[in-house]
């Protein structure tokens, strides 16, 4: 799957600067855009940022309460002409306090040729969908040969974790999953060990989990002062850890000690350090995860580097990913058409 830029096809279905498609995550979800085509619209949008083909500003964001945020997070990719921006927020207590999800958010797309706002659409399911892909195509590039797979948090994320990792790294066997919410971890292996090949296995522990797998994610809650669940101790030669929960979960000191600290945008690292997320402060950054993905950076050079692939979420991905559900919404006439 390439990026749908045909803007003529565009221009005849949607009167362009008159009105605007709304998408909402019913239609976003059943739009039948396949993971094998997310992987590969994400892995496009990596490889333009890896060659430095986009305008991308750090996010900026409001913090009415503390430890929670709302993001803006606009971007412009010039080779296919892909412009927009996603409206984040992350409530982590949303689940427990009223039954919301963490994460919930708009992306708005725009006409690069006129700045006319072309769609408005959900942006849980998609931002659900492109992080792990992000994270899948980091483990396959920088971990090919990996069987066993680590995910801790079984929520949204760890489950879309699971399902991409299954479909993303080739020679996958196992996947240990840890949850402090056991249940959490039930539901999970429930809901995808029918699916899927690979085995799934709920882990003892944190410390169980992290000796047991190569490749290693965490998707869990985001706060400023590290929760540092995994201890350095636990971390052996050769493991790849892919957090996208910044460094909450791990023990500061293994980014540190990292052969390889890599990361999605270091500006948006820098932003987040700034802003008192990294208060031993962010680790010395190897590369960037596109830069590794279009070949101008090394991933693993050696078998026993420990490499650590922070990926805090990028907008060159959601509006990759946003176009191509706009482009598909309208041959299939979905969505509900509103006045501009
Ligand atoms: N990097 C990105 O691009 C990106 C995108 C979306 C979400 N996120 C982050 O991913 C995280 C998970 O999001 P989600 O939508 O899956 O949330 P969720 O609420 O659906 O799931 C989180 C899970 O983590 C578990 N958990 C919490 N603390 C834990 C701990 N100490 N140990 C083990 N498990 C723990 C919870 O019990 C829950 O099951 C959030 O921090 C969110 O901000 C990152």
Same mark, same amino acid.
């Given at each position: 799957?390439?990026?749908?830029?045909?803007?003529?096809?565009?221009?005849?279905?949607?009167?362009?600067?008159?009105?605007?498609?709304?998408?909402?995550?019913?239609?976003?979800?059943?739009?039948?855009?396949?993971?094998?085509?997310?992987?590969?619209?994400?892995? /496009?949008?990596?490889?333009?940022?890896?060659?430095?083909?986009?305008? #991308? @500003?750090?996010?900026?964001? &409001? %913090?009415? *309460? !503390?430890?929670?945020?709302?993001?803006?997070?606009?971007?412009?990719?010039?080779?296919?002409?892909?412009?927009?921006?996603?409206?984040?927020?992350?409530?982590?207590?949303?689940?427990?306090?009223?039954?919301?999800?963490?994460?919930?958010?708009?992306?708005?797309?725009?006409?690069?040729?006129?700045?006319?706002?072309?769609?408005?659409?959900?942006?849980?399911?998609?931002?659900?969908?492109?992080?792990?892909?992000?994270?899948?195509?980091?483990?396959?590039?920088?971990?090919?040969?990996?069987?066993?797979?680590?995910?801790?948090?079984?929520?949204? /994320?760890?489950?879309?974790?699971?399902?991409?990792?299954?479909?993303? #790294? @080739?020679?996958?066997?196992? &996947? %240990?999953? *840890? !949850?402090?919410?056991?249940?959490?971890?039930?539901?999970?292996?429930?809901?995808?060990?029918?699916?899927?090949?690979?085995?799934?296995?709920?882990?003892?522990?944190?410390?169980?989990?992290?000796?047991?797998?190569?490749?290693?994610?965490?998707?869990?809650?985001?706060?400023?002062?590290?929760?540092?669940?995994?201890?350095?101790?636990?971390?052996?030669?050769?493991?790849?850890?892919?957090?996208?929960?910044?460094?909450?979960?791990?023990?500061?000191?293994?980014?540190?000690?990292?052969?390889?600290?890599?990361?999605?945008?270091?500006?948006?690292?820098?932003?987040?350090?700034?802003?008192?997320?990294?208060?031993?402060?962010? @680790?010395?950054?190897?590369?960037?995860?596109?830069?590794?993905?279009?070949?101008?950076?090394?991933?693993?050079?050696?078998?026993?580097?420990?490499?650590?692939?922070?990926?805090?979420?990028?907008?060159?991905?959601?509006?990759?990913?946003?176009?191509?559900?706009?482009?598909?919404?309208?041959?299939?006439?979905?969505?509900?058409?509103?006045?501009?």
């Amino acid at each position: 799957m390439t990026f749908p830029t045909d803007r003529q096809r565009l221009a005849d279905q949607l009167t362009i600067g008159s009105e605007l498609i709304y998408l909402p995550r019913q239609d976003v979800e059943h739009l039948g855009l396949t993971r094998d085509a997310i992987l590969e619209l994400t892995r /496009q949008a990596l490889v333009e940022h890896g060659h430095r083909r986009y305008e #991308m @500003p750090a996010k900026i964001g &409001v %913090h009415p *309460y !503390d430890n929670v945020f709302y993001h803006a997070m606009p971007a412009y990719l010039p080779g296919p002409g892909i412009v927009g921006m996603k409206w984040i927020e992350c409530y982590p207590d949303n689940p427990r306090t009223c039954a919301l999800p963490q994460t919930t958010g708009l992306l708005v797309l725009n006409d690069v040729h006129t700045g006319v706002p072309l769609a408005v659409m959900d942006s849980a399911w998609l931002t659900a969908m492109r992080t792990p892909a992000v994270t899948a195509l980091a483990a396959a590039a920088l971990h090919p040969d990996a069987t066993t797979f680590g995910m801790f948090g079984c929520g949204v /994320q760890g489950i879309e974790h699971v399902r991409y990792a299954a479909l993303a #790294m @080739p020679r996958l066997e196992t &996947v %240990h999953v *840890y !949850d402090t919410n056991g249940a959490a971890a039930d539901a999970l292996i429930a809901t995808l060990q029918p699916e899927l090949e690979v085995r799934i296995i709920k882990g003892a522990s944190p410390e169980a989990v992290t000796r047991s797998a190569e490749v290693l994610s965490s998707a869990t809650v985001i706060l400023r002062r590290p929760l540092a669940v995994v201890k350095d101790a636990w971390v052996t030669t050769g493991q790849t850890i892919l957090p996208c929960d910044l460094n909450t979960f791990w023990d500061p000191r293994t980014a540190r000690r990292a052969d390889k600290y890599l990361v999605d945008s270091v500006e948006e690292h820098e932003l987040f350090a700034s802003m008192g997320y990294f208060p031993d402060g962010l @680790p010395e950054v190897t590369a960037e995860i596109g830069e590794v993905l279009a070949g101008v950076q090394p991933g693993r050079e050696h078998a026993d580097e420990i490499i650590v692939n922070s990926n805090i979420g990028m907008a060159v991905c959601d509006i990759a990913v946003g176009n191509a559900l706009l482009h598909r919404a309208l041959e299939r006439g979905v969505g509900v058409r509103l006045p501009l």
